[in-house]
Antibody, heavy 121, light 108 residues
Framework: VQLVESGGGLVQPGGSLRLSCAAS????????MNWVRQVPGKGLEWVSY????????FYADAVKGRFTISRDNAKNTLYLQMNSLRAEDTAVYYC???????????????WGQGSLVTVSS | DVQMTQSPSSLSASVGDRVTITCRASQRIYTYLNWYQQKPGKAPKLLIYAASSLQTGVPSRFSGSGSGADFTLTISSLQSEDFATYYC??????????FGGGTKVEIK
């Protein structure tokens, strides 16, 4: 299993950025996926969820209306379109595969390496 | 959202010590509780899922216990490679999955 994020970088406040996460080593189209972020030196925050087929989709309140999660199962790729970026969106963004069983619930056994997004003028 | 409170926020320990980290949820979450280890510059790594199930490949010195709202991660004999930050995560209320604030385990 491999998850490789790309697309991070420096962007000005109010700007946009699109993160990609290329998945390999598993049947991407059968797994739910998430984006999680971490402000450098701080804790972990769930950002967005997408089901295996692309719907339903959910967002954390902090990004609702500004971020859009999507996936292309034919390309084995997960996306996060980030608009109207703010300084407080500065973080490392991880894509995460959601594993699930009825007895155990969700657990996140596979993470990407992370992509740093810096929002600054 | 379910609030997850970890304690302590940091601790100093020596190689060979027994280390215990606690995590308390703001409501009952049954056993929908996972533990992760994170080293600087790296992604979190799953250690324990469903409160007490050891993830494949994780050393048996790691164990988890608890149910309801109170949970514990124990490292039976701390090794040098265990110095890291540990996070608990609740997955009872989804998709608004939440994490504890982390416990940094440092070398005494």
């Amino acid at each position: 299993v491999q998850l490789v994020e790309s697309g991070g970088g420096l962007v000005q406040p109010g700007g946009s950025l699109r993160l990609s996460c290329a998945a390999s080593g598993f049947t991407f189209s059968t797994y739910e996926m998430n984006w999680v972020r971490q402000v450098p030196g701080k804790g972990l925050e769930w950002v967005s969820y997408i089901s295996s087929g692309g719907s339903p989709i959910f967002y954390a309140d902090a990004v609702k209306g500004r971020f859009t999660i999507s996936r292309d199962n034919a390309k084995n790729t997960l996306y996060l379109q980030m608009n109207s970026l703010r300084a407080e969106d500065t973080a490392v963004y991880y894509c995460v595969r959601a594993d699930y069983s009825e007895s155990s619930g969700y657990y996140w056994g596979h993470w990407g390496q992370g992509s740093l997004v810096t929002v600054s003028s | 959202d379910v609030q997850m409170t970890q304690s302590p926020s940091s601790l100093s320990a020596s190689v060979g010590d027994r280390v215990t980290i606690t995590c308390r949820a703001s409501q009952r979450i049954y056993t929908y509780l996972n533990w992760y280890q994170q080293k600087p510059g790296k992604a979190p790594k799953l250690l324990i899922y469903a409160a007490s199930s050891l993830q494949t490949g994780v050393p048996s010195r790691f164990s988890g216990s608890g149910s309801g709202a109170d949970f514990t991660l124990t490292i039976s004999s701390l090794q040098s490679e265990d110095f890291a930050t540990y996070y608990c995560q609740q997955t009872y209320i989804t998709p608004q999955i939440t994490f504890g604030g982390g416990t940094k385990v440092e070398i005494k």
